[in-house]
């Protein structure tokens, strides 16, 4: 069964002039006059490099199959990742270039997605958050209890990142692996 532009949905993944392309985000519209069509953003898979398109509605479009799989991160060799599938105990090796900067959050035992198209690594994607130790930063003020003001702290990845005044090194914290935001303080 051939698949059109109406078929486009968010995570779906489209080949277009020889390109992989993830779909980010589309909306369907229905204008008043003229044809409807599907506005979508897009990204390239290898690059990364992120683009408006826009397809007419019912246009036939070369969708791929992906296979997502959940891998545990082992260890770094050399200029790759190493992860491991926890099922069939394979270990998969991950060219550090789809890592990128997800680097910085990545630590030993970390379950993460990992897309495949033909046996291949096309992305991995770490979860929204994850909980890091805080092996550096500046002694807060005593009685500063407000969210006031931030202070930069080294977590046990090496990844910098701004802290509430009170946090103390040795404390565990909830870091946002999208933004490198802090989302709170963990027990």
């Given at each position: 069964?051939?698949?059109?532009?109406?078929?486009?949905?968010?995570?779906?993944?489209?080949?277009?002039?020889?390109k992989?392309?993830?779909?980010?985000?589309?909306?369907?519209?229905?204008?008043?006059?003229?044809?409807?069509?599907?506005?979508?953003?897009?990204?390239?898979?290898?690059?990364?490099?992120?683009?408006?398109?826009?397809?007419?509605?019912?246009?036939?479009?070369?969708?791929?199959t992906?296979?997502?799989?959940?891998?545990?991160?082992?260890?770094?060799?050399?200029?790759?990742?190493?992860?491991?599938?926890?099922?069939?105990y394979?270990?998969?090796?991950?060219?550090?270039?789809?890592?990128?900067?997800?680097?910085?959050?990545?630590?030993?035992?970390?379950?993460?997605?990992?897309?495949?198209?033909?046996?291949?690594?096309?992305?991995?994607?770490?979860?929204?958050?994850?909980?890091?130790?805080?092996?550096?930063?500046?002694?807060?003020?005593?009685?500063?209890?407000?969210?006031?003001?931030?202070?930069?702290a080294?977590?046990?990845?090496?990844?910098?990142?701004?802290?509430?005044?009170?946090?103390?090194?040795?404390?565990?914290?909830?870091?946002?692996?999208?933004?490198?935001?802090?989302?709170?303080?963990?027990?």
């Open positions: 069964m051939a698949q059109t532009s109406n078929d486009i949905k968010n995570g779906s993944v489209l080949n277009l002039e020889g992989l392309w993830k779909v980010i985000k589309f909306q369907h519209v229905k204008p008043g006059k003229g044809p409807a069509f599907v506005r979508t953003t897009i990204q390239e898979v290898l690059s990364g490099k992120i683009v408006d398109k826009t397809f007419n509605a019912g246009v036939k479009l070369d969708f791929e992906v296979d997502n799989r959940t891998l545990q991160y082992s260890y770094r060799d050399g200029d790759n990742f190493v992860f491991m599938d926890m099922q069939t394979d270990q998969v090796f991950i060219p550090e270039s789809l890592v990128g900067e997800q680097e910085k959050f990545l630590l030993e035992g970390t379950d993460c997605i990992v897309s495949f198209h033909d046996g291949n690594p096309l992305s991995v994607e770490l979860p929204a958050s994850v909980i890091l130790t805080v092996s550096h930063t500046e002694p807060g003020l005593q009685g500063n209890r407000s969210s006031a003001g931030t202070k930069p080294t977590v046990e990845t090496g990844a910098e990142v701004q802290v509430p005044l009170f946090i103390s090194e040795g404390e565990k914290v909830k870091i946002d692996t999208r933004d490198g935001s802090y989302l709170g303080r963990e027990n």
